[in-house]
């Protein structure tokens, strides 16, 4: 069971921490969005059922970036799964049984793991850019659905993907961070995830109907 299915191949980040408005946004986005992803805000804000409220709308990917023992990582995943989640993003760089346990978690639901190779902020090419390759190729021994790399520096997309073979690339970045949908696309994204660009708009459906015509345009 895939996670997500491609249609659109935008994914609609939810950063936001009031309830009503991440209800709101997610209506609006509903119909341009293959996915929504929620992140530990909205969770803190709201309670872990708002996983499944969004839900209606969109198959909700749990941003948790699950980064731990093995014994509370499965605690973890297990708790997003069972709320409703589609999918859940862990980091890899706590290792191979962590990893695993995440994915053996997913598996029994029928959910998905993706796995961060190397994040979109600039930071990230300090500690992460030069394990990334090494995380990507962990993702793929380890029966990963998938990874997530940064539309903001494309040609790592496009290395990565090198690297990952036929695993699906979720990537962050896009908008406000710089990061193009069609750039990122075309060096081997099969999802771009768009946040600010859209909720911080005056019309988020407008926005969300913008990114998904420039990623068709591009394909």
Do not use: W
Not at 37 to 50: A, D, F, R, T
Not at 107 to 134: C, D, K, L, N, W
Request: glycine content about 10%; overall charge negative.
């Amino acid at each position: 069971m895939e996670p997500i299915s491609r249609n659109t191949q935008l994914i609609f980040a939810l950063d936001v921490t009031d309830r009503n408005q991440a209800i709101s946004l997610s209506e609006d986005v509903a119909g341009f969005a293959d996915a929504i992803k929620i992140g530990y805000p909205l969770v803190l804000s709201s309670g872990l059922e708002i996983i499944d409220e969004v839900c209606e709308f969109a198959p909700v990917i749990a941003d948790f970036k699950v980064a731990d023992t093995p014994n509370t990582a499965n605690l973890i995943c297990t708790r997003a799964f069972e709320a409703g989640a589609s999918a859940v993003i862990v980091h890899g760089f706590t290792g191979r049984d962590s990893l695993l346990e995440c994915i053996k978690t997913g598996r029994e639901y029928g959910g998905g793991i993706f796995v961060v190779t190397e994040m979109s902020h600039p930071g990230a090419v300090e500690f992460m850019q030069p394990q990334a390759m090494a995380l990507a190729k962990l993702a793929v021994e380890s029966g990963a659905s998938g990874v997530v790399a940064p539309a903001t520096r494309p040609e790592r997309v496009k290395q990565i993907r090198s690297i990952v073979g036929g695993l699906e690339i979720i990537s962050p970045g896009v908008g406000v961070q710089g990061g193009s949908a069609s750039d990122a696309i075309r060096a081997g994204a099969d999802y771009v995830i768009v946040g600010r660009s859209i909720y911080n708009s005056g019309n988020p459906k407008l926005e969300a109907e913008r990114f998904v015509k420039e990623i068709e345009n591009c394909r």
